[in-house]
């Protein structure tokens, strides 16, 4: 284990439904981000917060809502999403030093399908 | 923002062979390339990473060159064993942005036994 969980692990969910996806890191780090991993695409970020606070949202659509209580969690919270939100939702973080490697660690990501 | 393209989007080698992966990237300004290594099923681990004051490191069978005039890295693989089948991905980090890291689109190894 990396010291970074989320959960839940594999996720189905209908357009109509509210869920969240949770992550945490036990590692002492201090930026957390989100990425959306899509079948043949790169990586694509779509939130990071340092020190609590978000300093990236890459032209996210609104039904994605993130929330970062403290250093330690972060929570992607969904509504009203579409069949093509489908994907493998990964966490990850980083403790930021000026001038260091910042290696990325990445949780076991949530498997979420959309019907 | 940063452009990271990588070749082949899939590689199939012979246990035993090498195995080299290539990516280039947009931002002069980048200065630390790491390499992730994603299994089925798994999350992906970094493997290797080198940073724009170095033109090549080696860990066992993985090396890792750089070269910032061409704005180009490669991940090369020796020595090649079923355990290295993993999707490969590259990245850049700009200087400007020191927790943000540009992926590429990743590259399929499999190794035929």
């Known amino acids: 284990e990396t010291g970074v969980t989320q959960t839940p692990r594999h996720l189905v969910m209908g357009m109509t439904n509210k869920k969240s996806l949770k992550c945490e890191q036990h590692l002492g780090h201090n930026a957390m981000y989100w990425y959306k991993q899509s079948a043949k695409k790169p990586l694509e970020l779509m939130f990071v917060y340092n020190f609590k606070e978000q300093t990236e949202n890459n032209s996210v659509p609104s039904r994605f809502s993130p929330e970062c209580p403290n250093s330690s969690h972060l929570f992607l919270h969904l509504h009203t999403l579409q069949p093509e939100d489908s994907a493998l939702y990964l966490c990850?973080?980083?403790?930021?030093?000026?001038?260091?490697?910042?290696?990325?660690?990445f949780g076991p990501g949530t498997r979420l399908t959309v019907l | 923002g940063e452009n990271v393209e990588q070749h082949p989007s899939t590689l199939s080698v012979q246990e035993g062979d090498s195995a080299v992966i290539k990516c280039t990237y947009s931002d002069s300004a980048s200065n630390y390339f790491p390499w992730y290594k994603q299994e089925l099923g798994k999350r992906p681990q970094l493997i290797i990473d080198?940073?724009?004051?170095?033109g090549e490191k080696k860990d066992q069978r993985i090396a890792v060159t750089l070269n910032k005039t061409a704005k180009h890295f490669s991940l090369h693989i020796t020595e090649t064993q079923p355990e290295d089948s993993a999707v490969y991905f590259c990245a850049a980090r700009g200087r400007s942005n020191d927790y943000k890291l540009s992926f590429g689109a990743g590259t399929t190894v499999t190794v035929r036994a």
């Open positions: 990850a973080s980083t403790l930021i030093v000026g001038g260091g490697s910042n290696e990325q660690f």
């Open positions: 080198i940073r724009s004051n170095v």
